[in-house]
Structure formats: structure tokens, C-alpha cells
């Protein structure tokens, strides 16, 4: 491998551990070790002369890779993942530090291939696609120089530089053919693909809406940046927009895990909440009064099933209902399908709350599933921590103030912590003791568990916490990273109270920070990798009738501003002259370099074409062919011609 070509495989391999870096799968400290051998590989290269360096560097790489490979053998999925993952950017850094002059960097291109196709399942959208951005730039010229190198062709610094300049084009082409591909036939990029719906690890690798909540999960969690949610009031007013949007309901404990609802355990279906009902418009209401106001909502994360709602929402209605089949759940919340040809984007609602609460008259059976724990799923200690809670209040306490006070003493005297930080529980017994912290589900179930103990029933629900505000957008905007769960308990009128045991605080001040240039510019970078993922049928027709429609604006433009056309076609043909010009003497640099190399010679520093020609004509050892010396005075010539002949034209005017 000639040392030319070195910096552009150190360049891929260091986007290699950046697709890595992006699943958030391995963590920092894992792959610290493997960023330092790339980026020392220049020095470290330079020991493969030593005998004992070589062998010290393989026996440490067949150590490593033995440790991965068993770890992988004898644990569950997400670890066979992250080892899997670590394996491939060892080999990648291994066979950067190792390839030589005689070897072929061809499995170098194929890992770095590989590794940027496999994390794609992974990494978040966004990230992901601009490392490859980098990495399909950095590809091309490295490939070019490989080709040259192997023809035996010596890539000097303008070589080098020309080849950069040449890739960019290409790139581009590239980059063009693929995004007319994608306009001809759109792909949903929020369509799980085969690898993930094999793998089945999307719910557990990022916080979001899931089919159950497990407790026994201590893998740190990545809390997305993206919008999921955005929600725009007719008020303009951030304070009219509840903050706990639901999406599902859990009411079995299992121990480890809370599973949803399941209303055949009522005897029917619609028993514990205001039933939906479809009116000839299309739209959805419930017997609640409504209040005036309406909430214009844009869910962008469809791949949950659910359409996020308040509690206390009485009338919802799709802004298009093409292809959409929505389906109410027994806890006032609605799943929804699609055909499979209907357009995979972002769903439009609208949304009004009730002026009072929905009431329901919930049948005894209902109220004891809402009061059911497994006597071998419930720790001692959430029974201490109810008697305790129950003796600090009168007997006469109605639940309301149960559930309450309940809720705020778990607020003032239990830690917030993210799973993988520092004194995060490790367990429900140990959250409910105070010797760690624990996150939103923690606190939830602890408040579940204390408040059927104390005989009110409870479930747990998980949805997102909607409270920043855009003022850019007047609308109040919930991320992945808001991923919520919280407490609804039932009251004796029939109605629902919601609890959220989780300080605010706390959470609020984990999941949003100060918004900065950075964090405003990788919103705007979200945004616009979200209007790519959700191009559709319908938005390519806008497309094209844009298209179409081009050549009329355009010459509306010319029309209203003569002077600024005028300015920007002259700006444009210096442009195109000064381009043309430089094109007209490049061909001749390129010809003469190829001239005198076929020759066995290189043009020197400072030397002119002429004194090369003499140099050529002198030498001897061994005396160059005719024919070659021939094609060289031709392309020194040229040279000449291209380089001189506007001076000498002036000259002569």
C-alpha cells in the first residue's frame, strides 16, 4: 500500500468508528482505545520493521477478538450486537496498522463498506446520513488513487490535489442519480426494514413508545433529539397545551415488566373511559363538554401505532383520513393502520379538550384489576412504604389526597437518575429503599405499587411530556428523549386523576438544555432529514408540478428585475470564461506529466519544460527510446503553446 493512499483509509476508518460511535450501541469507553490506535497509526506504521512489534500487535489482536468473540457466545442479543459492532472496527484498525507496501487495501474498502451498511439499522437517521455524506467523498478520490497506485503511477501532491477536485463531480453524480431514483420511486425510510424486524431491537436501543414496560433493562438508554410531536394551539399560548400525552395504558404487573390494558378482563370492551364514537364527518367525539380551543397536532413518529391524546381529549379529527384506519382502545386512545400503499408520512390532527373531567361508571370487576398485584411481584419494602405513606394521613383521606400526597413525597424523597449513570438502581427494591435513583418508569411504578397498597386503583401510562415551546413555530414540541410514563389513578366519581410522581424539575432539566447555535442548527438539520424520510407520492406530484411550472417563474423574475438578471447571467458568463480557460490548460500539464513519466523522469521544482526536454535529450542510463523523447517535445511544446500564447498575442497587440 503506497503511503499516499494512507490518509484517506486513516479518514475512512475514523468514519468507521464515527457510524459505530452514532448506534449508541458501544459505548465511549469501549471504542476510546480503538480512536488512539487509528489516529496514531502514521507512528505506529513505522514499527512494522520490528519483529517484536508485530508479534506484540497480533497476539494482542487475537486476545481481544478471543474476549469478543465468547462474550458474544454466552450473552443475550444487544451485547452480541455491541461486540459484533466493536469486532468490525477492530478488524478495520487492525488492518490499518498492518497493510503494507506489497499488500492490496481491498478488504480496507470492503469493511469500511460493510460497517457503514450495517450500522444504518441502527444509528439515528440524521447522524448516520451525514457521516456517509463524508464517507462517500472521502471513498471516491481514495479508490482513484488506489487504481493509480497499482498502475504504478506516482501520486505526487498536485496529482493528489487534481484527483480531490475530479472526485467532487463524481460524487455529486452519484449523489444526483441517487436522488432521482428516490424521486422516481420513494422509499419510506420509517418502514422497518428486514434487518430490524429480525433483530427486533428498535424499542429497547431508543426511548419511545413500546408494547410494555420492563424494569430490568440497566442498558443506558439514547434519548433522541428528533421531534416526534408538535403541537399548535389556536390560543398561541403555551399554557393551554397539556403536557402528558398518552399512548398507552398498563395495568398488569408482572414484576419486571408492566404489560397494557387488556380489557377482556373487564367483560367488556369500553368500561373504564369515555367511549369514542364516530360522527358522519369523520371525526371522533366523546359525551364530554367541550372547552373552546383547538390543538392542531402533527405526530412525525407513526411507527408507534398511537395517536398521542390528553385525558381529558373529547373530539379528535384527521386532517386526511386516505388509507387510515383508526381503531379506539379501551383507555381512550387510538392505534391506527394503514394500507399498504397509503402514504407512509407524518399524521395531522386536530384535537379539543374537555371543560370537566370524563366520567365513567367503571364496574367492580374493573376496579379490583385496577387494585390486583402478585403477592410474589410486590418487594416488602412497597409495602413498608405504604403503611408508611397511609399512617401520615388522617383515616377520613378521600383518594384523591392519597394518591397526592403519595405521589409528592416520592418527588421530594427520591433520586432522578438516567439508566448507566452513576448510583442508578439496580432494581425496583433498591428504588424503593432510596439507595438509588431511577428514572420516570421507576417512579411511576413505585407510585403504582404504593397506591394499590393503599387500596386505589392505579395504572401506569406511558406516552410523551410535551413542554417546550417553539416561538419560532408557536407550538409546544415533544422529542424522542420525552418519552414519558406516569400514574392515572381512579376516583370514586368514575374519573381518572393524573399523577406524575417523576420531579419536574428533574426531568424537564435532563431532557432540555439552553438552546444554542448547535442545537438550533441540528433541529433545522432534523427537519429537513424529516421532510426527506416522509417524501411521498403525494409530495413528488407537488414536486413535479413544481418543475413544471419553473420556467414561468422564472421568466416572472426576469421580468420584475432586469438589472439583478442582467448582473447575475454577467457574473455567470466571467464564470464560465475563467472555467473554460483553465480547462483549456490543464489537458497540457496532464499530457506532459504523462510524457516524462512514461520517460522514467519527474518534473523538479522550478524546472520549465524546456530544461526537462534537455535533461530527457541527456540521459543516458538508460537512453530513452526515440519515440518517447519524441511525444515529450510535443507535449512540452503544447505546454508552451497553452501557457504563452495569450502573453505573446498581448505582445504583439
Known amino acids: 500500500m503506497p503511503d499516499c493512499l494512507h490518509p484517506l483509509l486513516l479518514l475512512l476508518t475514523l468514519?468507521?468508528?464515527?457510524?459505530?460511535?452514532?448506534?449508541?450501541?458501544?459505548s465511549v469507553t469501549g471504542l476510546l482505545p480503538l480512536w488512539l490506535l487509528a489516529a496514531a497509526s502514521p507512528w505506529l506504521r513505522s514499527l512494522q520493521r520490528f519483529l517484536?512489534?508485530?508479534?506484540?500487535?497480533?497476539?494482542?489482536?487475537?486476545?481481544?477478538?478471543?474476549?469478543?468473540?465468547?462474550?458474544?457466545?454466552?450473552?443475550?442479543?444487544?451485547?452480541?450486537?455491541?461486540?459484533?459492532?466493536?469486532?468490525?472496527?477492530?478488524?478495520?484498525?487492525h488492518l490499518l496498522n498492518n497493510v503494507g507496501e506489497r499488500q492490496r487495501p481491498d478488504l480496507v474498502f470492503f469493511n469500511s463498506f460493510l460497517i457503514a451498511f450495517v450500522t444504518s439499522f441502527f444509528a439515528p437517521d440524521l447522524w448516520w446520513s451525514l457521516l456517509f455524506v463524508a464517507h462517500a467523498i472521502a471513498l471516491v478520490p481514495a479508490l482513484q488513487v488506489n487504481v493509480l497506485a497499482r498502475r504504478g503511477c506516482e501520486v505526487t501532491r498536485p496529482l493528489m490535489l487534481a484527483i480531490l477536485r475530479d472526485s467532487l463531480p463524481r460524487t455529486a453524480a452519484i449523489g444526483a442519480a441517487t436522488a432521482f431514483v428516490f424521486v422516481l420511486c420513494p422509499r419510506d425510510f420509517r418502514r422497518p426494514g428486514w434487518l430490524g424486524d429480525a433483530l427486533a431491537l428498535g424499542a429497547q436501543l431508543e426511548a419511545g413508545l413500546g408494547e410494555q414496560i420492563r424494569l430490568d433493562n440497566e442498558r443506558p438508554t439514547h434519548l433522541g433529539n428528533e421531534i416526534v410531536l408538535r403541537i399548535e394551539p389556536d390560543s398561541g399560548e403555551p399554557t393551554s397545551v397539556p403536557h402528558h400525552w398518552r399512548g398507552t395504558a398498563f395495568s398488569i404487573f408482572e414484576g419486571n415488566a408492566w404489560q397494557p390494558q387488556d380489557a377482556l378482563r373487564f367483560g367488556s370492551p369500553f368500561s373504564t373511559d369515555p367511549i369514542w364514537e364516530t360522527k358522519p364527518d369523520g371525526s371522533w367525539r366523546r359525551s364530554m363538554r367541550p372547552q373552546p380551543g383547538l390543538l392542531r397536532v402533527r405526530l412525525y413518529d407513526t411507527a408507534c401505532k398511537r395517536v398521542p391524546s390528553p385525558l381529558s381529549a373529547c373530539a379528535l379529527e384527521l386532517a386526511d383520513t386516505g388509507g387510515l384506519l383508526l381503531a379506539p382502545k379501551p383507555y381512550g386512545v387510538f392505534g391506527f393502520l394503514r394500507v399498504d400503499d397509503a402514504p407512509q408520512n407524518s399524521l395531522d390532527y386536530t384535537i379539543r379538550l374537555s371543560a370537566v373531567p370524563g366520567r365513567m361508571t367503571v364496574t367492580p370487576r374493573a376496579r379490583e384489576h385496577f387494585l390486583e398485584l402478585t403477592a410474589l411481584a410486590v418487594p416488602q419494602v412497597a409495602k413498608s412504604l405504604a403503611q408508611q405513606l397511609r399512617d401520615q394521613l388522617p383515616v377520613e383521606s378521600d383518594p384523591a389526597t392519597i394518591a397526592r400526597h403519595s405521589a409528592r413525597w416520592l418527588q421530594e424523597h427520591r433520586r432522578y437518575l438516567l439508566p448507566g449513570e452513576p448510583g442508578f438502581a439496580r432494581n425496583i427494591d433498591e428504588f424503593l429503599l432510596g439507595s438509588g435513583g431511577g428514572h420516570c418508569e421507576y417512579f411511576a411504578t413505585a407510585l403504582a405499587l404504593v397506591l394499590r397498597l393503599q387500596g386505589v386503583p392505579c395504572r401506569l401510562v406511558g406516552g410523551y411530556?410535551?413542554?417546550?415551546?417553539?416561538?419560532?413555530?408557536?407550538?409546544?414540541?415533544?422529542?424522542?428523549?420525552?418519552?414519558?410514563?406516569?400514574?392515572?389513578?381512579?376516583?370514586?366519581?368514575?374519573?381518572?386523576?393524573?399523577?406524575?410522581?417523576?420531579?419536574?424539575?428533574?426531568?424537564?432539566?435532563?431532557?432540555?438544555?439552553?438552546?444554542?447555535?448547535?442545537?438550533?442548527?441540528?433541529?433545522?438539520?432534523?427537519?429537513?432529514?424529516?421532510?426527506?424520510?416522509?417524501?411521498?407520492?403525494?409530495?413528488?406530484?407537488?414536486?413535479?408540478?413544481?418543475?413544471?411550472?419553473?420556467?414561468?417563474?422564472?421568466?416572472?423574475?426576469?421580468?420584475?428585475?432586469?438589472?439583478?438578471?442582467?448582473?447575475?447571467?454577467?457574473?455567470?458568463?466571467?464564470?464560465?470564461?475563467?472555467?473554460?480557460?483553465?480547462?483549456?490548460?490543464?489537458?497540457?500539464?496532464?499530457?506532459?506529466?504523462?510524457?516524462?513519466?512514461?520517460?522514467?523522469?519527474?518534473?523538479?521544482?522550478?524546472e520549465t519544460p524546456r530544461e526537462l526536454l534537455q535533461r530527457a535529450a541527456a540521459h543516458q542510463d538508460p537512453e530513452i527510446p526515440p519515440a518517447r523523447l519524441a511525444t515529450l517535445e510535443k507535449a512540452a511544446l503544447q505546454h508552451e503553446a497553452s501557457r504563452y500564447a495569450n502573453a505573446t498575442a498581448g505582445r504583439e497587440r
Not at 468514519?15 to 458501544?26: E, I, K, R, S
Not at 407550538?475 to 366519581?493: K, N, Q
Request: proline share 4%; net charge neutral; with cysteine.
Open 465 to 606: 411530556l410535551a413542554h417546550e415551546w417553539d416561538p419560532a413555530t408557536h407550538s409546544v414540541i415533544a422529542r424522542a428523549r420525552d418519552a414519558h410514563a406516569w400514574v392515572e389513578a381512579l376516583l370514586p366519581d368514575g374519573s381518572w386523576l393524573t399523577l406524575d410522581a417523576t420531579p419536574a424539575s428533574d426531568v424537564m432539566g435532563t431532557r432540555s438544555a439552553t438552546p444554542t447555535w448547535w442545537s438550533s442548527t441540528r433541529e433545522q438539520l432534523e427537519g429537513m432529514w424529516n421532510a426527506v424520510v416522509s417524501f411521498d407520492g403525494k409530495k413528488r406530484t407537488e414536486l413535479v408540478d413544481t418543475v413544471l411550472n419553473l420556467p414561468a417563474r422564472l421568466f416572472a423574475t426576469v421580468r420584475d428585475f432586469p438589472l439583478a438578471t442582467g448582473a447575475i447571467v454577467l457574473a455567470i458568463g466571467l464564470l464560465v470564461r475563467a472555467r473554460r480557460r483553465k480547462r483549456q490548460t490543464l489537458p497540457a500539464i496532464v499530457d506532459l506529466l504523462h510524457a516524462a513519466q512514461s520517460c522514467g523522469l519527474q518534473l523538479r521544482a522550478g
Open 52 to 93: 517484536s512489534y508485530r508479534i506484540a500487535w497480533n497476539v494482542g489482536v487475537l486476545l481481544v477478538f478471543t474476549l469478543l468473540v465468547r462474550h458474544a457466545s454466552t450473552t443475550g442479543l444487544l451485547h452480541m450486537l455491541e461486540d459484533g459492532l466493536l469486532l468490525a472496527v477492530l478488524c478495520q484498525v
Open 15 to 26: 468514519l468507521d468508528l464515527g457510524f459505530v460511535q452514532a448506534t449508541d450501541v458501544v
